[in-house]
C-alpha cells in the first residue's frame, strides 16, 4: 500500500493567516508505531507537539514552536481521527446529583471555527477603566513554553508560586505596545500589575470575543441518571492515543 494511502490533507482553523512560512493546508500521515513512543516514553509536556511535527508531511520542516494553539490542537484532533477513528469514549459527572457515565463523541464533528479573513495582528483595543489602548499578538507554542520555564524558574529561586506567575507572564506577553508605544515584557508585566480586576477581566474577555477560532470541544449530554443536561468539557484520556476497538 503506498505511503498516499496513509496521507490526510486538512486546513488550518486560522487560514494561516498569521504565519510566514505555515500555509493554511497541512499534510499529515497516520501514527506509527515508531511515533507512538514518543508519547509513551516521553517525561517532558511537549510530546503532542514532537508527533505532529514528526506526522507533518507537507509543507516540509514545520516549526511547531510557530504554531499558534488553536492549531496545533485542530492538528492533534485531526492526527487522532487519521490514525485510530473518530469515536471516542469521554466520561461525565452530572453536577445534579453526582451520576458517573461515559459517552461516546465523535471528533469529527467538532465544530471548527476559522479566523476571519481579515483579522490582523496586533489586536488593538482599549481597556473600560484605566483608558488605555493595548496591542495584543497571539501567543503561540513557542510563547507558552517559555512563559511555564520563566515561572517555573523564578518560583524556585524566590518561593513564588509558579502558576500565579505564569498567569501574570502569559498577560504580559500578550502586550506588545501600549497606547501606540511599544514596550518590553518587564514594562508590559508592571503593566498587568497594575490593571484594576474591571480592566484584566475585559483584557481576556476582548480575546475570546475576537479570537473565536479552533475546535469547541465541549460536549452537551443530558445525564440517564436524572436527566439533567449539562456540558462536559474535552479531556484528553489515555485512550486518546491507545483507543479500544468494539
Avoid at 15 to 28: A, M, Q, S, V
Avoid at 52 to 74: A, H, T
Avoid at 204 to 227: A, F, Y
Amino acid at each position: 500500500m503506498s505511503a498516499s494511502k496513509y496521507e490526510t490533507t486538512v486546513n488550518l482553523p486560522s487560514k494561516g493567516l498569521l504565519y510566514e512560512d505555515i500555509p493554511e493546508e497541512i499534510t499529515l500521515r497516520a501514527i506509527t508505531t515508531n511515533d507512538e513512543k514518543m508519547l509513551y516514553g516521553s517525561t517532558s509536556g511537549n510530546a503532542f507537539s514532537k508527533v505532529i511535527k514528526s506526522c507533518i508531511v507537507s509543507p516540509e520542516n514545520v516549526d511547531v514552536g510557530d504554531l499558534l494553539p488553536f492549531d496545533e490542537q485542530f492538528l492533534m484532533l485531526k492526527l487522532r481521527t487519521h490514525t485510530y477513528g473518530s469515536n471516542y469514549d469521554v466520561q461525565g459527572v452530572c453536577p445534579n446529583c453526582g451520576h458517573k457515565h461515559v459517552f461516546e463523541v465523535n471528533l469529527d464533528e467538532f465544530p471548527v471555527f476559522t479566523l476571519d479573513d481579515n483579522f490582523k495582528e496586533p489586536l488593538e483595543f482599549t481597556l473600560p477603566q484605566c483608558g488605555q489602548k493595548v496591542s495584543v499578538r497571539l501567543l503561540r507554542n513557542r510563547d507558552y513554553d517559555s512563559i511555564r520555564n520563566q515561572a517555573k524558574k523564578i518560583a524556585k529561586h524566590t518561593g513564588a508560586n509558579a502558576k500565579e506567575l505564569e498567569y501574570m507572564y502569559r498577560m504580559a506577553r500578550y502586550i506588545k505596545a501600549i497606547d501606540d508605544k511599544a514596550v518590553d515584557e518587564g514594562a508590559a508585566q508592571h503593566f498587568v500589575e497594575t490593571l484594576t480586576g474591571r480592566d484584566s477581566a475585559y483584557f481576556w474577555w476582548k480575546l475570546d470575543e475576537e479570537v473565536k477560532c479552533g475546535v469547541d470541544t465541549t460536549s452537551e449530554v443530558v445525564c440517564p441518571e436524572c436527566g439533567e443536561e449539562y456540558e462536559v468539557p474535552f479531556a484528553i484520556t489515555s485512550e486518546f492515543f491507545r483507543p479500544k476497538f468494539k
